[in-house]
């Protein structure tokens, strides 16, 4: 009998489907939506290769592995794109997944949250003090990925057009743009600190709210061996994704910004944000909030600078952390968002439902770009 949390392999027979597309030469929308919708089981597979690993390591070394794996095959993808130059498509990726974790994932668990039946006077609640810490890395995280923005509108250099592939900015951004990124990355290893050391008892949703039935049994060798496996099927995937975008954005009529930023960022978190919804529907709400703005914290803290800094060896030149004028307004909405859900330490299915509607409304801006 299938869990609810299972059906991510019900996609399985996609993979090779994909794969044979790619092979025989299918059309670019064809492999693309084939290869995207494929990318969900792997990634999956390594959500949970690294939850057992994590529940099996201590709270250290846990800690660690979801750091390295949980946003595995968003940089993974990132990272072909990176290759093939594609640096719009990789910002708005990053962009996309902070704002799908923040208002899709939290909106649609605190909609389905409050609707479930588990709730008091009308209201779930959740752990204020972690929540309020992790909007605010978030907050100052935004802060800083918007700087070089900034610095390049009072240059006069402007900011890319969503349409671009890429913007040589020259070596004063990119300069910048590692330091801002090193600055980033010794934040969120000062997070880590804090959260599993000197403060680790705030941070303890999934051992205080998970239960019997939630904790797998894979032994450590079966899990890295699933981890590898499903490491190397995102990547096959993620190279025959990437270089289908372009030419697929052009035959449906999307830019590839809409794509980067609504769909890739969707699919490579699509099983990560089903678990948020169905941990809310157990009642389990201040696990589902940290899982939505935790994963936004790590990728403004840890994947965003990450990317930076190989790309100076990967790629044709590179990439500047100045995002699009539509992705700092994203940006933006995402911080204040965070940090207001976040005051309360309770939520309701009204608030969830009006975060899905800015998300739509981005959604639809963003389509128009």
Known sequence: MLRLDSWPYLLAPLIPAAVIA??????????????????????????RATEELAERSGNVV??????????????????FALGKGLHEVVKASLV?????????????????GGLSGHRTRGVQKFGRTAASVQSTMLLLAVAALIMPGVFALVRGVGLPH????????????????????CVLIFSYAAGLLFSLRTHAGLFNPHEEESSSEDRGDWSTGRSVLVLA??????????????????????????????????????VGNAAEHWV??????????????????????????F??????????????????????????????????????????GESTWYEGLQLLLVYAV???????A
């Open 362 to 368: 981005l959604a639809l801006t963003f389509a128009y």
């Open 96 to 112: 996309g997944s902070i704002l799908g974790n923040v208002l899709l994932v939290m909106g649609a668990a605190m909609l389905v």
């Open 229 to 266: 496996l499903a490491g190397a099927l995102v990547g096959v995937l993620s190279e025959i994704l990437v270089g289908s975008i372009q030419e697929a954005s052009h035959a449906i009529g999307l830019s590839e910004f809409f794509i980067g930023a609504i769909v890739v960022a969707i």
């Open 303 to 344: 994947v965003a600078p990450v990317l930076v800094l190989v790309s100076f060896f990967l790629g044709p030149f590179p990439m500047p952390l100045v995002f699009n004028g539509f992705e700092l307004a994203g940006l933006a909405i995402a911080a204040i968002i965070a940090n207001q859900v976040t005051q309360e």
């Open 62 to 79: 846990g800690g660690l592995l979801n750091v390295t794996f949980g946003n595995a095959p968003e940089l993974i993808v990132a990272l």
């Open 276 to 301: 948020a919804v169905l941990v809310a529907y157990k009642n389990k709400m201040s696990l589902a909030v940290n899982i939505a703005i935790g994963s936004s914290a790590q990728v403004a803290l």
């Open 162 to 181: 969503p349409g671009d592939p890429r913007v040589h900015y020259g070596p004063d951004l990119e300069h910048l743009s590692i330091a801002v990124s």
């Open 22 to 47: 790619e092979i025989a030469g299918a059309s670019a929308t064809v492999i693309f939506f084939l290869s995207a919708v494929a990318l969900i089981p792997p990634a999956a597979l390594m959500g």
